[in-house]
């Protein structure tokens, strides 16, 4: 590596609170307090690789449905069918070890693992401070977009930082449907941005009643019909789903009535990429992490990785700007959906059944 860049990387890295330990491997130093300014965000102020006319996206919509496993996701399921015929699905996308919401959610937006996002709670603790490492939003709000969370649990609120207005939070809910009503004017005004949108209903069910009960199905069918009018309400901008990326996908699984473990049936979850800036339809079967989808949004929107990220982008899932688009809804796959769609979560069924949460 030249050392021009090493030295830059260091520099970096050494703002963002962390240090590259002798094995290479990233660790964590004194993060800074939650109410102090997070400086690789100032770094990263203002700066993009990709010109708008160049990156793959405009748009980037994030949708994380709370607790949904990916083998819960029945054929019948009309928006989920379509990702799966027109979208990118990866059948190996995992969460962190710490398969909680909050520390999920902080990877999933982050990039990075708790030991630099610090999320080491599941609860709103004021007190406890904030994220520790910039979100794709903060990044990208930072960057002059407009960031959006749409969300159904208000310990979400760790993830924006405290002295940040660049990041707009509102709390819909439980129900998914309320969330959307709030997300959509956003989504058809917004022509450049991010935003995340938070589905609850799944989780609630799946701790009330169990992962997989019929109940949990209903919730999980409910996130369905939520997501197809986003879909819809994506399809329906004046600017065209050309520049559009959708991801779905979850921040963890469950079993019985609880999750949190490092067990496959907790840290399994579904993972698509949908809309003009993605690739024609395929599936993935390399492993893929909940922090690639940080990375991958901050490669949709052409800009800089986070010094530090773990993630890496799914490059699947973006067509170069200059590509030829015959539309989103148009790509067909090339052969029927994978039979093994979250056939691993089937490997490890029966699991502990001590809550964690
Ligand atoms: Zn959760």
Same mark, same amino acid.
């Given at each position: ?77 009309? &928006?989920? *069918?379509? @990702?799966? %015929? ?5 059948? +190996?996308?995992? =969460? ?5 919401? $909050? ?119 409910? &996130?369905? *019909?939520? @997501?197809? %009018? ?5 399809? +329906?901008?004046? =600017? ?5 990326? $959708? ?111």
């Amino acid at each position: 590596m030249p050392g021009r860049l090493t030295a830059c990387l260091l520099v970096a890295a050494t703002l963002l609170g962390v240090l590259l330990s002798p094995s290479g491997s990233v660790v964590a130093q004194d993060v800074p307090a939650a109410d102090a300014p997070t400086p690789v965000v100032d770094l990263l102020a203002g700066r993009t690789i990709l010109s708008a006319p160049e990156r793959p996206a405009d748009l980037v919509v994030i949708v994380s449905i709370d607790g949904l496993r990916a083998d819960a996701i029945a054929p019948a399921l009309n &928006a989920f *069918a379509m @990702l799966r %015929r027109r979208g990118v699905s990866a059948d +190996a996308a995992s =969460t962190i070890r710490r398969s909680t919401t $909050l520390a999920s959610h902080a990877s999933m937006l982050s990039g990075v693992d708790v030991d630099a996002h610090g999320m080491t709670w599941n609860a709103w603790r004021p007190e406890r401070g904030r994220v520790h490492f910039p979100t794709v939003l903060q990044v990208a709000a930072r960057a002059g977009l407009p960031a959006a969370m749409f969300v159904g649990k208000n310990k979400l609120r760790h993830l924006v930082a405290e002295d940040d207005p660049g990041v707009a939070f509102t709390v819909n809910g439980r129900g998914c449907g309320s969330v959307v009503d709030r997300a959509t004017p956003w989504l058809r005004d917004t022509a450049a941005g991010v935003a995340l949108l938070h589905f609850a209903g799944p989780d609630g069910a799946g701790h009330r009643r169990g992962w997989m009960s019929p109940a949990y199905q209903t919730a999980v069918a409910d &996130a369905d *019909a939520c @997501l197809q %009018r986003v879909i819809d309400d994506l399809r +329906a901008r004046p =600017t065209g789903l050309q520049h559009v990326l $959708l991801l779905v996908t979850a921040d963890h699984g469950g079993h019985g009535r609880s999750h949190g473990t490092a067990l496959d049936v907790d840290r399994h979850i579904p993972w698509f990429a949908w809309g003009g800036a993605a690739t024609r339809a395929q599936t993935i079967t390399r492993p893929v992490s909940t922090m690639d989808t940080a990375a991958t949004v901050l490669a949709a929107l052409g800009l800089p990785q986070t010094p530090g990220i773990v993630g890496r982008p799914v490059t699947e899932a973006l067509r170069p700007r200059n590509a030829v688009v015959a539309g989103a809804g148009a790509a067909r796959p090339s052969g029927r959906p994978s039979a093994r769609r979250g056939g691993a979560l089937g490997r490890v069924a029966r699991a502990p059944t001590r809550p964690i949460q």
